[in-house]
């Protein structure tokens, strides 16, 4: 039997499994479900192992667990690492959801629930591949092994020490994402670049007491009106950030990548229209694509400070704050940017109050991949026997970290093989996942393995 007959003698069986999968509230963000993340690992433990894949094991991080495991029979051959993440997002609200988040239900050829499409029906098709094959050959064509982690929806903040722990353990010559997506239905994609970013927050504070503004206004310094004057300093007419230092390390977009980027489909009205606004904004010299897929950004996220009720309230705030982001590209180090940022803001406060900067726990540095690399022409290949086209050359203006934490320690570059999509409401009520991606993630694996073990 090929693996494509067992792969359709198997499609009932691979759905009920999903299904009990999905139903696990495996959400990593709250300390409630923490027994049910260690349930999902439980879970995926126990599926890897049925699938014939071999030293699996529960591995502490100090944080949600890791699944490992592998099958390293294929001596000569590369090794491969495969990845992905059993976490989900929170749920809520709850009200938005036309059925219970954990209770899946399949409907015109999509399930929903949480986790549906990020990661659970994305991370699963591995596993199944690999069943597929070594039940219809008795062998892989190569050596894999697995790494699941349960922390991804809350920054992997233990992944980064655990991968540096276990370097000799998780050793491969590539590593495969199955936390991903492509371009639509019927256009596949390569992802070869992920922002970073860095997260801050500015304290402005002025008087010891919030003070009278009849009183007091005009003699002393207003600390929202400083930290409206420190915000404005950080950008330029033309868009560009004015920190210093802050491009230095950036690397350009060459004309051929530019020209690729073209090469996928932009409607700007249709995408103003979805948003809701009558313009677009960015960096001047850019194209909406390649200032969200290729240049960094400086975002204020929110702002706070006085009087916030009905009503007037006549006073002067002791103190006023805001939170910013900043998403990070090719070869920028987030701590060099929140140094920088920093500087900036001492420099720029005004006289009259004390502006300090603490960093936030987002941190990720960004990801970028050689298009021609020999795992993302091996991916081609396959893309293009299973679309019948060509992909787009794309990269996300989202963070992976784990793409970098894996090159940085491993020496390893990681390709984004999955089969999401961006209609699919990841991390939004009524979050689903297509059975045929389900199916095609299954198809795509078996075919990548046996072309990596074979690479021209």
Same mark, same amino acid.
């Given at each position: ?171 491969? &010559? *590539?590593?495969?994402?199955?936390? !991903? @997506? ?6 596949? #994609?390569?992802? +070869?670049? =992920? ?14 007491? &919030? *003070?009278?503004?009849?009183?007091? !206004? @005009? ?6 009106? #400083?930290?409206? +004057?420190? =915000? ?30 073209? #090469? ?193």
């Amino acid at each position: 039997m090929s693996w494509r007959n067992y792969l359709d003698a198997q499609q009932d069986r691979f759905l009920a499994e999903l299904l009990d999968f999905l139903r696990i509230p495996s959400v990593s963000a709250l300390p409630q479900h923490a027994g049910d993340v260690q349930r999902a690992a439980d879970w995926v433990a126990a599926r890897m192992r049925a699938a014939g894949i071999e030293s699996v094991q529960i591995l502490p991080t100090g944080g949600h667990p890791v699944v490992y495991g592998d099958w390293l029979h294929a001596p000569g051959k590369p090794t491969v690492l495969i990845y992905g993440h059993f976490d989900t997002q929170p749920a809520d609200p709850y009200e938005l959801w036309d059925s219970p988040p954990f209770e899946p239900v399949v409907r015109n050829g999509q399930v929903y629930a949480r986790g549906a499409s990020d990661d659970k029906g994305n991370m699963l098709p591995p596993i199944l591949a690999v069943e597929a094959l070594l039940q219809s050959e008795g062998t892989l064509p190569l050596n894999v092994k697995f790494l699941f982690e349960g922390q991804e929806e809350i920054g992997s903040p233990q992944i980064p020490a655990f991968v540096a722990a276990h370097r000799e353990l998780l050793a491969c &010559d *590539l590593a495969l994402s199955s936390d !991903g @997506g492509q371009w639509s239905e019927t256009e596949p #994609a390569i992802l +070869t670049g =992920l922002r970073g970013g860095c997260g801050l927050q500015i304290d402005v504070r002025g008087p010891n007491r &919030d *003070l009278h503004s009849g009183i007091y !206004g @005009g003699a002393v310094q207003n600390p929202i009106h #400083a930290l409206i +004057t420190i =915000l404005a300093s950080l950008r330029g007419p033309d868009r560009r950030i004015l920190v210093e230092g802050f491009y230095d390390a950036v690397v350009p977009l060459t004309d051929n990548e530019r020209r690729r980027f073209a #090469a996928a489909p932009f409607d700007g009205e249709a995408y103003m229209e979805d948003l809701g606004v009558e313009a677009l904004w960015g960096e001047a010299g850019y194209t909406p694509r390649e200032r969200t897929w290729a240049r960094p950004t400086l975002e204020i996220n929110g702002v706070w400070g006085g009087f916030q009720g009905e009503g007037v309230k006549t006073v002067l705030p002791a103190e006023a704050h805001a939170k910013i982001t900043c998403r990070l590209v090719a070869n920028q180090d987030p701590a060099t940017i929140l140094e920088l940022i920093s500087a900036h803001v001492a420099k720029h406060a005004p006289p009259g109050v004390m502006a300090a900067v603490q960093p936030l726990r987002f941190l990720a540095k960004p990801y970028l991949m050689p298009y021609d690399h020999p795992g993302n022409r091996a991916a081609r290949e396959i893309l293009v026997e299973l679309y019948g086209r060509e992909p787009y050359e794309v990269r996300s203006g989202g963070s992976i970290p784990i793409c970098t934490v894996l090159l940085e320690e491993l020496g390893a570059y990681t390709v984004n093989f999955a089969f999401g999509l961006e209609d699919e409401r990841q991390h939004s009520p009524n979050e689903f996942f297509r059975l045929s991606s389900f199916r095609r993630g299954q198809e795509g694996y078996c075919m990548l393995l046996e072309r990596l073990a074979n690479p021209e």
